[in-house]
Every structure is written in C-alpha cells, then in structure tokens.
C-alpha cells in the first residue's frame, strides 16, 4: 500500500530557499481530503507528467474536486471509488530576494579595435522576486529540471552574463570604452536579462554592476601597447587609465 500523504506542507522553507519540492525524491501519494497548508510567503504548486497543474495560495485547503480542476481533466482517479493520486509539490517562495550575487567564473571574450580582442571579468548583485509560480515551475523545474537553489542561481547568473556578453559587444568597439559605459552598464543589462527572466516567471527588480576590469593579461597588453606609442586613440586611454 502508498503511504498517503495526509498533510502537505514546507513549514521550514528558509528565507533563501527559492523552492521546496514535497516529496524531496520522487512522486507522493495524495487523496481527497488530504490538507495543503500554505505560509504567507508561499505558493503551493502541484506537479505531473512535467507540467504545472493545479496552485494555491496562502491558507489552508482540503483538497477536492473543486480546487484540484486540473487534475481532475487529466486523470480518471476521481471514478470508480479511487481518490488516491500522484504527484509533487512544488512550494516557491513568493518573497524578495535581495543582494544575490553574480560574477564572471570565466572572463568575458571580445573583439577590440585597439588589441584585436579583449578579456574582462565582472561582478555585482541583483534582485529577484517570483512573479508567476506557475511559469516558474515549468520553466525552472519542468524545462531545466532544476530545484536546488544554488543550482537555479547559477542558471539565473548565467543569464544575466550572457546579457553582459551581448550589451558589451552591441556598444564597445575597445575597452577603452567602458568608462564611459559604467554609468548606464546596469540598466543596459537589467533590460536586456528582464525580459529573459519574466519569461520564466521571475521580476528581476534591480541589477548593479559593480565592477567590469580587464584580466591581467589584456591589461598587460594595454601598457605595452601604450609604452610603444601604439595606442590609437590616447585620450580614451587616459580616460581609461583614470577611471
């Protein structure tokens, strides 16, 4: 016989959890009349067959026909005397998180008009918040198959460089430019990753950088092309050299 999950809850969910999944492994049983049990700061989804079926919100639910409709479409369990039924739960934490951090594991390539090519690294924070659960579970957990939280911050700063790859190669011909690009480097990005990010259910609500330099050995070949006088454009340089 299964063992019936009665009551369903993430009681312990902490506060930089961005999901717990109930069971942990594999699918759970579950009957009419079992108890979901939602904090405040959550949404409970349930899940099958890799999509999102049915969701609810803050509060106590019995389940029933009535609030399980998706479930109910696509499954005959609810015939024949049978309540009983599988699936997981899929609790996403629905609060801000803030101060997340991203960063460059391996400098950034780019065409240069002054060294052929550059490499940078970058880092900063930003500020996320679960805009859609149901998306979010679909995407992240369904698509990805991710819902560790450290494994969805590394898919999450993943998308945010490669939001930097393409500001950066869209807007600077040498790196001599970025200290005019600082200044509007985090809304260029937020704006280019936002729309990534609410495709899969997520506001990003702010984006910093904090920090784009050159690795050693482009700024290397900086000062030995300045030494040779073999810098084109010197004032850029300065600036550069200032910043």
Do not use: C
């Amino acid at each position: 016989m299964p063992r019936i999950i009665d009551v369903v809850e993430a009681p312990n969910q902490g506060p930089n959890e961005l999901v717990v999944r109930v069971p942990q492994v594999g699918s759970g049983d579950f009957r009419l009349g079992s108890q979901v049990i939602v904090r405040e700061s959550q949404n409970a989804i349930f899940y099958r067959d890799g999509k999102s079926l049915d969701m609810f919100g803050p509060g106590r639910h019995t389940i029933t026909t009535a609030n399980l409709p998706l479930i109910s479409n696509v499954m005959s369990f609810f015939t024949g005397g049978n309540d009983v039924f599988t699936a997981e739960v899929y609790f996403v934490n629905m609060r801000e998180f803030t101060d997340l951090k991203w960063g460059t594991p391996q400098p950034i390539s780019l065409r240069d008009s002054e060294l052929g090519f550059a490499r940078v690294r970058g880092f900063g924070q930003y500020t996320i918040q679960i805009a859609e659960p149901k998306r979010f579970v679909d995407q992240i957990v369904g698509t990805q198959g991710l819902f560790q939280t450290s494994q969805i911050e590394d898919y999450l700063r993943n998308t945010i460089i490669s939001s930097i790859t393409d500001v950066l190669g869209e807007n600077m011909t040498s790196i001599f430019d970025l200290p005019r690009l600082m200044d509007e480097m985090g809304a260029a990005v937020k704006a280019k990753a936002s729309a990534s990010f609410a495709a899969m259910g997520i506001n990003l609500k702010q984006l910093m950088v904090v920090s784009i330099t050159p690795t050693d050995e482009t700024a290397k070949a900086i000062d030995e092309r300045a030494s040779m006088g073999a810098i084109g454009n010197m004032d850029a340089y300065l600036k550069f050299k200032a910043a």
